[in-house]
């Protein structure tokens, strides 16, 4: 089976589309193409887990300023007939698009060839992309119920958010001193949370918690999140990197982690995968996530399974200070709970399955013999 995965930009889409193809090529399915841009996460991903990349010419036309949409616009044509000419050489027999600027010139292109489109949507709000060709998948994946009124009713289906495998099988670090903090923003860092962050730092200081931290920034607030933690003494202490590459190594060794949901997109993925380990997060902007992840934890107003809400420098200190000392039995059972739920409703394999089921339906009763059914 040829397969092309489109779109890409953020982690929210690059990562679940490298999850697919694992699972693909661990199905024995290894044409498998990725057509992104040269500007995405995915250029330097892709290569990295050995996936072939094509890239169009495409950008932004959502939350831009009208020097930005423009061009975009202008080139728009050069992107649908790069897209045609993918599609013409690689002759796929489906294609899988994961949101993001790409994936909507190759799904609209793949469409008026005739080509099977299956979209997967971990947002409880369908990004631009997905919105645009809505009514012309053949399968709508959709990660949260909120998301399936986007897309034609008979053609959706709710399959939960994709966890690599490698979120179940990293053994967490015993909760003993010196613990670690993992502050995460998405793939491109988010203002907000680094911000955040960074006035919160003198009350780490002078804290008296031993704590290490591991602070993602993104690119532009690197050297400043740099700079703010040699400023408070705390530079020894702390890993401050542009971006993970390994993130379910990142949260292995963390006790708490701080991600910001100024996105559904980030809050849905990362929170699912921090669960998935058993860690607790703490959601700044809380007010862009969805409520629905995980059932609200009865007598604690402030959590939502391990997510905690908070806003401000303090709180985020506070909140820490609140999740390092929760007592032990209390913290296992919340994080085996959490694991539990995550893995009877996001799993990787979830989705694969129905992904497979829309591949049965459209190729035929010839997948019968292709695919080791016995295996899903």
């Not at 793949?110 to 369908?126: F, T, W």
């Not at 949901?261 to 993925?269: C, L, P, Q, V």
Request: with cysteine.
């Amino acid at each position: 089976m040829r397969v092309i995965i489109a779109g890409g930009g953020t982690g929210g889409h690059v990562i679940p589309a490298l999850a697919v193809a694992a699972e693909l090529r661990r199905r024995g399915h290894h044409q498998i193409l990725l057509v992104g841009t040269a500007r995405g996460l995915e250029a330097r991903l892709a290569p990295q887990h050995g996936l072939p990349l094509e890239t169009i010419d495409v950008g932004a036309l959502k939350r831009v300023g009208l020097l930005q949409k423009a061009p975009t616009l202008f080139r728009l044509p050069y992107s649908f007939w790069q897209s045609g000419c993918i599609l013409d050489s690689f002759q796929p027999d489906v294609v899988y698009g994961v949101g993001g600027y790409a994936s909507g010139p190759v799904l609209f292109m793949a469409a008026m060839k005739g080509i099977p489109i299956v979209v997967h949507e971990p947002n409880a709000a369908p990004g631009f992309a997905n919105r645009c060709v809505a009514p012309f998948v053949t399968r709508a994946l959709v990660g949260f119920p909120e998301a399936a009124r986007y897309f034609p009713a008979t053609q959706v289906e709710v399959v939960g958010v994709p966890v690599r495998a490698e979120f179940f099988q990293v053994p967490r670090k015993p909760h003993l001193p010196p613990f670690t903090l993992l502050i995460f923003g998405g793939s491109q860092g988010a203002r907000s949370i680094n911000r955040a962050v960074i006035e919160s730092l003198p009350l780490f200081a002078s804290s008296g918690l031993d704590v290490r931290f591991i602070h993602q920034t993104g690119e532009k607030d690197f050297r400043e999140a740099q700079a703010a933690f040699e400023k408070c003494g705390l530079g020894g202490r702390a890993q401050v990197l542009p971006f993970i590459d390994d993130m379910p190594a990142a949260f292995a060794i963390a006790q708490v982690a701080v991600i910001a949901s100024t996105s559904a997109e980030t809050f849905g993925r990362t929170s699912i995968e921090a669960q998935a380990m058993g860690c607790p997060v703490i959601v700044s902007d809380i007010g862009a996530a969805p409520e629905t992840i995980i059932p609200a934890l009865p007598g604690k107003q402030n959590y939502t399974g391990w997510v905690i809400a908070c806003h401000d420098p303090t709180a985020i200190a506070e909140r820490v200070a609140e999740a390092l000392t929760l007592p032990p039995l209390d913290r296992d059972a919340l994080g085996a709970r959490a694991r539990r739920q995550v893995a009877a409703k996001f799993t990787l394999s979830q989705m694969q399955r129905a992904t497979l089921a829309v591949y049965d339906e459209l190729l035929g009763s010839s997948l019968a013999d292709r695919f080791d059914k016995r295996s899903l």
